[in-house]
């Protein structure tokens, strides 16, 4: 077993203490954090000296589509949030990709997630045979949910579950990887026979299920015309809430409701930058914090946000709760940061093993250049402050997932960024040409 001791400027811990370390110290044994303090510390097998960098756990991307940067710029004046806009501005584009076009879409994906401190990301999609490999070499950890459409048909529901059921038998005992169902909506392209296939098959993986909710008040509307009940309160009827859940969206859940979700297993994924640019309702975040209900931060796709920066996620979210509670604010910086660190790492089931440096966590940490545009004056404005408002991903220079680099100095360690950017241009182009030509 060998010891790497990095020393930085600054050590953002986040755990349970809320400790600042300036300058600090992390010591990395193998893949996990040993010792993390003030000072310089101990020398380990290898030092790295980390002079002028900030040093804080890595962001966690609790809902996106990696695939879906494929259809970055095809969704322009089409808000994906309600059925028929994302029927007609992506399914109607997904019904023509091709497979081959997922690998230099999710490459793309990933590398902009790491280049901009993303250290984890919850995925919703198909394709996962195509998924799998190009995250793997990635080094990023993931929680990755087989995305289920099947609109009530039942061809379509046998096939759905087959591969579903396939992809997470191969995700057993993978150390980076976790496997979970995502159905995309229940009650809306999910039909009562594909929930209850989809419990069933989260019951025999130990796993939970990834969704998207409330993004219009559609399930609610299906729900108390068919079963006299809201969405959230047929989900407990069915059993849904007895199961892990992520939520993506959560925009429009009726208040009575919350106590319900704050008693189960679920987190509230707020993807700000898609809501904005759809032009919905934004989410009851504070009301929906106050009342208990966990909560992370998303990017959701790039076809609708159109960046992977969580640090820009972080900063719209928090001018648009100011905005929608009419008081600065609203939901204070710190509280956005941990959204994006331990919130998410919650919302995965993960936060024993990532979201803060604390001894025994997994080595998953990035580190920023305080040397860089925005942080000044440091007498000014505090730490999360600056992380939320004032800097960009692009102050991450370093980037450590279980131990071992994937950027280093602003450098890509583990994929080919340039390559996989002429891919996914020939990808694009060929997607259009089959859409112009079907």
Same mark, same amino acid.
């Given at each position: 077993?060998?010891?790497?001791?990095?020393?930085?400027?600054?050590? =953002?811990?986040?755990?349970?203490?809320?400790? /600042?370390?300036?300058?600090?110290?992390?010591?990395?044994?193998?893949?996990?954090?040993?010792?993390?303090?003030?000072?310089?510390?101990?020398?380990?097998?290898?030092?790295?000296?980390?002079?002028?960098?900030?040093?804080?756990?890595?962001? /966690?991307?609790?809902?996106?589509?990696?695939?879906?940067?494929?259809?970055?710029?095809?969704?322009?004046?089409?808000?994906? =949030?309600?059925?028929?806009?994302?029927?007609?501005?992506?399914?109607?584009?997904?019904?023509?990709?091709?497979?081959?076009?997922?690998?230099?879409?999710?490459?793309?994906?990933?590398?902009?997630?790491?280049?901009?401190?993303?250290?984890?990301?919850?995925?919703?999609?198909?394709?996962?045979?195509?998924?799998?490999?190009?995250?793997?070499?990635?080094?990023?950890?993931?929680?990755?949910?087989?995305?289920?459409?099947?609109?009530?048909?039942?061809?379509?529901?046998?096939?759905?579950?087959?591969?579903?059921?396939?992809?997470?038998?191969?995700?057993?005992?993978?150390?980076?990887?976790?496997?979970?169902?995502?159905?995309?909506?229940?009650?809306? &392209?999910?039909?009562?026979?594909?929930?209850?296939?989809?419990?069933? =098959?989260?019951?025999?993986?130990?796993? *939970?299920? !990834?969704? !998207?909710?409330?993004?219009?008040?559609?399930?609610?509307?299906?729900?108390?015309?068919?079963?006299?009940?809201?969405?959230?309160?047929?989900?407990?009827?069915?059993?849904?809430?007895?199961?892990?859940? /992520?939520?993506? !969206?959560?925009?429009?859940?009726?208040?009575?409701?919350?106590?319900?979700?704050?008693?189960?297993?679920?987190?509230?994924? %707020?993807?700000?930058?898609?809501?904005?640019?759809?032009?919905?309702?934004?989410?009851?975040?504070?009301?929906?914090?106050?009342?208990? %209900? !966990?909560?992370?931060?998303?990017?959701?796709?790039?076809?609708?946000?159109?960046?992977?920066?969580?640090?820009?996620?972080?900063?719209?979210?928090?001018?648009?709760?100011?905005?929608?509670?009419?008081?600065?604010?609203?939901?204070?910086?710190?509280?956005?940061?941990?959204?994006?660190?331990?919130? *998410?790492?919650?919302?995965?089931?993960?936060?024993?093993?990532?979201?803060?440096?604390?001894? *025994?966590?997994?080595? &998953?940490? /990035?580190?920023?250049?305080?040397?860089?545009?925005?942080?000044?004056?440091?007498?000014?404005?505090?730490?999360?402050?600056?992380?939320?408002?004032?800097?960009?991903?692009?102050?991450?220079?370093?980037?450590?997932?279980?131990?071992?680099? =994937?950027?280093?100095?602003?450098?890509?360690?583990?994929? &080919?960024?340039?390559?996989?950017?002429?891919?996914?241009?020939?990808?694009?182009?060929?997607?259009?040409?089959?859409?112009?030509?079907?």
């Amino acid at each position: 077993m060998s010891t790497l001791s990095l020393r930085g400027a600054l050590v =953002l811990t986040l755990d349970d203490r809320d400790r /600042i370390f300036s300058p600090g110290y992390v010591v990395v044994r193998d893949d996990r954090i040993e010792e993390v303090g003030p000072g310089e510390g101990p020398r380990g097998d290898a030092t790295v000296d980390l002079a002028g960098r900030l040093l804080m756990p890595g962001l /966690i991307n609790a809902h996106t589509h990696s695939p879906m940067v494929l259809f970055r710029g095809l969704a322009e004046g089409h808000s994906l =949030l309600t059925l028929e806009g994302w029927y007609n501005a992506i399914r109607a584009w997904e019904e023509v990709m091709d497979a081959d076009a997922v690998p230099p879409a999710v490459a793309v994906s990933c590398a902009e997630m790491i280049r901009t401190g993303t250290t984890c990301f919850a995925d919703h999609y198909f394709f996962m045979d195509r998924i799998l490999p190009v995250v793997r070499q990635s080094g990023l950890r993931a929680a990755l949910a087989y995305g289920i459409v099947e609109m009530g048909s039942a061809a379509a529901r046998a096939a759905a579950m087959r591969e579903a059921e396939a992809f997470l038998e191969s995700l057993k005992d993978d150390e980076r990887l976790t496997g979970w169902v995502g159905p995309h909506a229940f009650f809306v &392209d999910n039909s009562p026979a594909a929930i209850d296939l989809e419990l069933a =098959l989260a019951d025999r993986y130990r796993t *939970g299920l !990834h969704i !998207h909710l409330s993004t219009s008040g559609e399930e609610d509307q299906h729900c108390l015309q068919h079963y006299g009940r809201t969405a959230v309160q047929q989900l407990r009827t069915l059993g849904v809430l007895d199961r892990p859940v /992520i939520a993506a !969206h959560c925009l429009t859940i009726p208040h009575e409701d919350f106590p319900t979700l704050a008693a189960s297993r679920f987190s509230a994924v %707020i993807a700000a930058s898609a809501c904005m640019r759809a032009g919905a309702t934004a989410a009851p975040l504070r009301a929906m914090r106050d009342a208990g %209900i !966990h909560t992370a931060l998303g990017t959701d796709n790039v076809a609708n946000n159109n960046t992977y920066d969580l640090f820009n996620e972080m900063g719209a979210l928090g001018k648009l709760m100011a905005f929608r509670e009419g008081r600065p604010a609203a939901v204070s910086a710190r509280e956005v940061v941990e959204m994006a660190t331990m919130g *998410g790492a919650r919302a995965l089931g993960l936060a024993d093993s990532i979201g803060s440096l604390a001894p *025994g966590k997994l080595a &998953d940490l /990035i580190a920023l250049d305080l040397d860089g545009i925005g942080w000044g004056p440091r007498g000014g404005q505090d730490v999360f402050t600056a992380l939320v408002y004032a800097v960009s991903g692009l102050a991450v220079q370093d980037v450590m997932v279980g131990g071992e680099w =994937l950027l280093r100095e602003g450098r890509w360690t583990t994929l &080919d960024y340039r390559t996989a950017r002429v891919q996914l241009e020939q990808a694009h182009a060929a997607l259009r040409r089959k859409r112009v030509e079907g």
